[in-house]
């Protein structure tokens, strides 16, 4: 099975500033699709952004990039300009492009922002 | 567009009951995949249905099982319940059966506790 890492299990980022959240995973499989989740308090899982293992091209959602290596088997997700609503555990998440909808998920992080 | 409609939002059972817990997709989503989620173990992954067949099963015992009905809608029973049970329990819709790069949807849980 695949395994997902997220190596901080908590950060803290002043408002307004640049923080990332890194990110690997192991596989022996070239074809597959990795994502970042966000889980505030309410508990809902809300996707926060989505890559392609395919795509060279880093994906981008307003303040949220990812830095995607995909040699380096490293995913890592920037958040800019941090607003106090950023606060969440973020959980890092791989699916094969071949099994179905099975997710692989990482242990998370919880990011607090400082005002 | 409605989201991920998951009922009941908390659950108290005693050892050894059983317990269903319900889950409606989102409009038009054929695909619904449960999560167990425990500090402990993060996120794992239970079972997906997707047109009323079970498609991916992870590694839980045959205690937890599932079905979805014609309307996508689907159900995980868990019977014989033990401590170890207690968890958030995510039910999760998409689009596809995981042959494309649709994320996830997620509800906001059932909270069972077993005591």
């Known amino acids: 099975a695949q395994t997902v890492t997220q190596s901080q299990p908590e950060m803290s980022v002043q408002e307004a500033e640049t923080v990332t959240l890194s990110c690997t995973y192991d596989?022996?499989?070239?074809?597959?699709?990795l994502f970042w989740y966000k889980q505030p308090p309410s508990r809902q899982m809300i996707l926060v952004i989505r890559q392609e293992a395919y795509k060279q091209q880093n994906a981008t959602e307003n303040r949220f990039s990812v830095n995607f290596q995909k040699a380096a088997k490293s995913f890592s997700l920037k958040i800019s300009d941090s607003q106090l609503g950023d606060a969440a555990m973020y959980f890092c998440a791989y699916r094969s492009a071949d099994t179905g909808n099975q997710f692989y998920f990482g242990t998370g992080t919880s990011l607090t922002v400082i005002p | 567009k409605a989201g991920v409609t998951q009922t009941p939002r908390y659950l108290i059972k005693t050892r050894g009951q059983q317990v269903t817990l319900s889950c409606s997709p989102i409009s038009g989503h054929r695909s619904v995949s449960w999560y167990q989620q425990t500090p402990g173990q993060g996120l794992q992954f239970l079972f997906e249905?997707?047109?009323?067949?079970?498609?991916n099963k992870g590694n839980f015992p045959g205690r937890f099982s599932g079905r979805q009905f014609s309307n996508s809608r689907s159900e995980m029973n868990v019977s014989t319940l033990e401590l170890g049970d207690s968890a958030l329990y995510l039910c999760?819709?998409?689009?596809?059966?995981?042959?494309?790069?649709?994320?996830?949807?997620f509800g906001n849980g059932t909270r069972l506790t077993v005591t």
């Open positions: 999760a819709s998409s689009l596809a059966h995981g042959t494309d790069n649709s994320p996830l949807h």
């Open positions: 596989t022996s499989e070239s074809d597959y699709y």
């Open positions: 249905y997707f047109s009323e067949t079970q498609r």
